[in-house]
């Protein structure tokens, strides 16, 4: 059990999930003899940290309990997996506004004062996640129809690792 973190919100079980996608994209990337065989792995693992990033602007949990659970699930220092019956399947009251992986979308959802704050830090974001659109279905799903376009795993890695810098400095604004 993870203690201390029984009262943190869903808000920082999402970032605390998007971080350890994160931290299994930076190993996968740091492996420079092996890299050019993981761009898929890690254009996925990033840009499924970049979505979770930008929802955790706007999740809300259904209960504190499922929170601290999924914190436990997310969080790369967990000495045990749970069982499976108590494996967390969360359920969310709202995360507002699905988006079915699009980070334009996810991004448009994001309240303007706080697409404000992060243009500031980075004024090229917005048109960033536009090339990234569709960088997570193609990473994926690499033989479906339309997933045909090159895998920008730099640009989702460097765009992940903004972000989480980005919670890392102003999360408890956001709290």
Not at 81 to 104: D, F, N
């Amino acid at each position: 059990m993870n203690a201390g973190y029984h009262n943190h919100s869903a808000q920082h079980v999402v970032v605390r999930c998007a971080d350890s996608y994160m931290k299994a994209a930076n190993l996968l990337i740091s492996n420079n003899e092996q890299r050019a065989s993981f761009t898929m792995p890690i254009c996925n693992l990033s840009t499924h940290a970049i979505e979770l990033y930008l929802k955790a602007f706007s999740v809300i949990a259904e209960r504190a309990d499922l929170a601290d659970i999924a914190f436990q699930s997310c969080d790369v220092d967990v000495e045990e997996e749970p069982a499976l019956e108590s494996w967390p399947y969360l359920i969310y009251s709202e995360v507002k506004h699905r988006t079915k992986h699009s980070l334009v979308k996810a991004w448009c959802k994001v309240d303007a004062q706080i697409q404000e704050a992060v243009l500031l830090e980075n004024p090229e974001f917005k048109h960033t996640l536009s090339k990234l659109e569709g960088a997570f279905i193609a990473s994926r799903y690499p033989f479906e129809q339309n997933s045909h376009k090159p895998i920008p795993y730099g640009l989702a890695f460097e765009t992940a690792r903004f972000l989480s810098s980005y919670w890392n400095r102003n999360g408890e604004v956001y709290s």
